[in-house]
């Protein structure tokens, strides 16, 4: 990781889209970023810059010449300050100053000043969208090296279907993670390949009703993101989520725990790092009805039976493979999660307190212990998950290079 935040400009211009750039702003500093925003005098028709000042905890930047600012240098200074220029909305109107380098406010003064990465995330009407001179000035913008999120298909503010929406924000806030984590220092996971399962599983008693967990799957895919931002290659098996697959991840749906335990098996050859973060399920009805189970007056005993125990599997068979799980626990949490451990052969474990509604299923947030085989805990205070999936992945880099030392030891001793 860098040894100071990602330093972020977010660029707004003026399109209905940007009532988002405030989520986008939000999840970029969840992340570890500072933020500092420029509005198009356009798009402070859609938001307002008192809003985001206050979000950003930076003035926000408008007009090119403000009181009392000295303009000569301000974008210069920013230009120099920022590690990643991000426009989401950018217009038609935006790309295609950018595109043929014109300079008449502040944000095209800063773009054309800027030497770091720039990603820009469209969003227009269908038909502006589809124009020949938009796409040519993204072929433009492409060559001479700007990342382009494309827009979605949705509904839009012209009230038709079409290509335009502007890209989920947790979409684009992961695309510039992995842009901001391509600086060379940065990418301390290139070569390791880590599989990450996230989220809850269902194990269905009729084809209406399931038994399941509040797992949102926010963790996982939290360590996806923050994995791929360091340059690892990365398969997620996923149990049934409402948030967007990562960018460049492998990623593979499932259901039941059955169906994750054949997806962990199937894929974990080629993994050098195991993270197994998904709520799995503990135990699914005996019998599934093929009908809907209807209500009588009598009470309903349901028989259950034991899931396969995916983590213990993976323990027995990971080989050189470094495996890391999870404990959610509601009390003794530490010899819990101690006992795991080592039942289930991990190498590091992280535990925290279920029952928390601040740091516990379906919140933003985190907190808990990460203890490993010799015993020694770590405790990390509340974070954002992303954060704690960074200081997670911090700890298993460590595992690993001391885990090759001691391989390069043993090798050569035995060459003696």
Not at 238 to 255: K, N, Y
Not at 283 to 290: N, Q
Request: glycine share 6%; aromatic share 6%; net charge neutral.
């Amino acid at each position: 990781m860098s040894e100071r935040p990602y330093h972020v400009v977010l660029g707004i211009t003026g399109g209905i889209a940007a009532y988002k750039a405030p989520e986008i702003l939000r999840q970029l500093q969840q992340r570890g970023a500072e933020v500092r925003v420029v509005l198009t005098r356009a798009a402070t028709r859609f938001i307002g810059r008192v809003t985001l000042e206050a979000l950003s905890r930076h003035p926000v930047v408008v007009e090119m010449f403000e009181p009392n600012v000295n303009v000569a240098v301000r974008h210069v200074e920013m230009a120099r300050w920022a590690d990643l220029l991000l426009v989401a909305p950018a217009t038609a109107h935006t790309l295609a100053r950018f595109a043929h380098g014109l300079a008449d406010d502040f944000l095209t003064t800063l773009y054309l000043s800027a030497r770091c990465p720039v990603l820009v995330a469209p969003a227009m009407d269908a038909e502006m969208w589809e124009n020949a001179a938009t796409q040519e000035n993204l072929a433009r913008l492409r060559q001479r090296g700007v990342a382009v999120i494309p827009p979605e298909r949705g509904y839009l503010a012209s009230g038709i279907e079409g290509e335009g929406r502007l890209a989920d924000p947790e979409q684009i806030v992961a695309r510039a993670l992995v842009i901001l984590a391509a600086r060379p220092y940065a990418r301390d996971f290139d070569g390791e390949h880590v599989l990450i399962t996230a989220g809850p599983t269902c194990e269905d008693l009729d084809p209406i009703r399931y038994l399941t967990n509040r797992s949102t799957g926010k963790m996982g895919y939290a360590l996806a993101h923050a994995a791929l931002a360091r340059g690892a290659q990365v398969t997620l098996i996923s149990g049934p989520t409402m948030l967007a697959p990562p960018p460049d991840a492998q990623v593979i749906l499932v259901r039941r725990a059955e169906e994750m335990y054949r997806a962990v098996l199937a894929h974990m050859e080629a993994a050098t790092v195991i993270i197994k973060a998904a709520a799995v399920a503990d135990y699914r009805p005996k019998a599934f009805s093929p009908t809907k189970l209807k209500k009588t007056d009598a009470d309903l005993t349901l028989a259950l039976e034991r899931t396969p125990d995916i983590l213990a599997e993976v323990g027995r068979r990971k080989g050189s493979r470094l495996l890391v799980g999870f404990a959610a626990e509601t009390e003794a949490h530490l010899e819990h999660g101690r006992q795991k451990l080592l039942q289930k052969n991990l190498d590091l474990i992280f535990i925290n307190d279920a029952t928390s509604a601040e740091t516990g299923f379906a919140a933003d947030e985190n907190a808990g212990f990460l203890m490993d085989r010799e015993g020694d805990v770590v405790e990390l205070p509340k974070m954002s998950k992303y954060e704690l999936a960074m200081r997670l992945l911090d700890r298993v880099r460590e595992l690993l290079a001391r885990r090759r030392v001691d391989a390069d030891r043993e090798r050569a001793e035995e060459r003696r």
